[in-house]
C-alpha cells in the first residue's frame, strides 16, 4: 500500500441518474467511492458506453449498481473494470430477483489492494475475514443504510475494520429507498476509530476526503498500537464450527 487519497460520498438515492453520473465523472481523488445502486444500468440507454468512460479515467471510482440482475459493485479506473455482485442478499434485493453474487474479491489498484463488500453484507464477519485473507488492504462498502438502524451502521463499520486491523470506506446513501437512509458516510481506521464522517445534511450529495497512510496499516498490525496483531495471533485450529 502506498499513501493515497480517498473520497467518500453521501449521495440522495432519488437523485437524478444524469446528475450521478457527473458526479462520477467529477472524481479526482485516488479512489472515490459512491452508494449502493447508485444507478440502474440496466435501464440505461449506453451502459457500455458508461463503463467504459469510467475505465478510461486515471483515478479510481467504486459505486453500486443493478447490472446483469445483480447487486453489483463496479470498481473501474486506470484502464479497468473490475465487478463485485453482492453475496448476501437482503429480503428486499430477493423480491427485487436479484441473484447472489459468488465470491469475495480482492483488486489490486497499484496505490492499495482493495476488498468491496456491499451494505448487509458487513453483518457477516466472513465477509471482511475472508476479504483480509485475500490481502485486502481496504475495504470499500457501497450501502443503502436505513436511519432506524444507525447504532448498527455505527457499530459493524467501525467493529469489521478494528478486528481485522483493515482500513474501510463506508459510502451510504441519504433520502429514502424502502426506508428513510440514515447517511454517515465514513472512512474508519485499522483501529476502528472514524477518521472522518459525512454527516445526512439536506442536500442532494456531500463528500469527505482524506489521506490514507499505509504507516497507519502497519501501527495497527503489530508494529505500535499495543503491539497487537489480531490476524496473526489467530487459532484457526481452535475454530470449529
Given at each position: 500500500?502506498?499513501?493515497?487519497?480517498?473520497?467518500?460520498?453521501?449521495?440522495?438515492?432519488?437523485?437524478?441518474?444524469?446528475?450521478?453520473?457527473?458526479?462520477?465523472?467529477?472524481?479526482?481523488?485516488?479512489l472515490t467511492v459512491f452508494p449502493e445502486l447508485f444507478l440502474d444500468l440496466e435501464a440505461m440507454?449506453?451502459?457500455?458506453?458508461?463503463?467504459?468512460?469510467?475505465?478510461?479515467?486515471?483515478?479510481v471510482v467504486v459505486f453500486g449498481a443493478r447490472w446483469e440482475n445483480h447487486n453489483s459493485a463496479?470498481?473501474?479506473?486506470?484502464?479497468?473494470?473490475?465487478?463485485?455482485?453482492?453475496?448476501?442478499?437482503?429480503?428486499?434485493?430477493?423480491?427485487?430477483?436479484?441473484?447472489?453474487?459468488?465470491?469475495?474479491?480482492?483488486?489490486?489498484?497499484?496505490?492499495?489492494?482493495?476488498?468491496?463488500?456491499?451494505?448487509?453484507?458487513?453483518?457477516?464477519?466472513?465477509?471482511?475475514?475472508?476479504?483480509?485473507?485475500?490481502?485486502?488492504?481496504?475495504?470499500?462498502?457501497?450501502?443503502?443504510?436505513?436511519?432506524?438502524?444507525?447504532?448498527?451502521w455505527d457499530s459493524y463499520t467501525r467493529v469489521r475494520c478494528r478486528e481485522n486491523q483493515v482500513?474501510?470506506?463506508?459510502?451510504?446513501?441519504?433520502?429514502?429507498?424502502?426506508?428513510?437512509?440514515?447517511?454517515?458516510?465514513?472512512?474508519?481506521?485499522?483501529?476502528?476509530?472514524?477518521?472522518?464522517?459525512?454527516?445526512?445534511?439536506?442536500?442532494?450529495?456531500?463528500?469527505?476526503?482524506?489521506?490514507?497512510?499505509?504507516?497507519?496499516?502497519?501501527?495497527?498490525?503489530?508494529?505500535?498500537?499495543?503491539?497487537?496483531?489480531?490476524?496473526?495471533?489467530?487459532?484457526?485450529?481452535?475454530?470449529?464450527?
Open positions: 500500500m502506498k499513501p493515497f487519497e480517498v473520497t467518500v460520498f453521501n449521495v440522495n438515492h432519488g437523485l437524478d441518474p444524469s446528475r450521478k453520473i457527473q458526479l462520477l465523472e467529477e472524481a479526482r481523488s485516488d440507454r449506453d451502459p457500455d458506453g458508461l463503463i467504459e468512460r469510467m475505465a478510461g479515467r486515471d483515478s463496479f470498481v473501474a479506473g486506470r484502464g479497468k473494470v473490475r465487478r463485485y455482485d453482492k453475496v448476501h442478499l437482503t429480503r428486499d434485493d430477493i423480491s427485487a430477483g436479484l441473484e447472489r453474487g459468488s465470491k469475495f474479491q480482492v483488486f489490486d489498484l497499484g496505490f492499495a489492494r482493495i476488498g468491496v463488500a456491499i451494505c448487509h453484507d458487513i453483518q457477516f464477519p466472513e465477509s471482511f475475514r475472508t476479504l483480509v485473507s485475500k490481502g485486502a488492504e481496504v475495504v470499500v462498502v457501497p450501502a443503502l443504510w436505513p436511519s432506524f438502524d444507525t447504532v448498527g482500513f474501510g470506506v463506508f459510502s451510504n446513501g441519504t433520502g429514502t429507498f424502502k426506508h428513510l437512509l440514515c447517511g454517515y458516510s465514513r472512512v474508519v481506521s485499522p483501529m476502528g476509530s472514524v477518521i472522518v464522517n459525512v454527516e445526512p445534511l439536506p442536500r442532494d450529495a456531500d463528500s469527505a476526503t482524506v489521506r490514507l497512510d499505509p504507516e497507519l496499516l502497519d501501527f495497527s498490525r503489530g508494529k505500535g498500537w499495543e503491539k497487537e496483531n489480531y490476524w496473526g495471533e489467530r487459532v484457526p485450529s481452535a475454530y470449529e464450527f
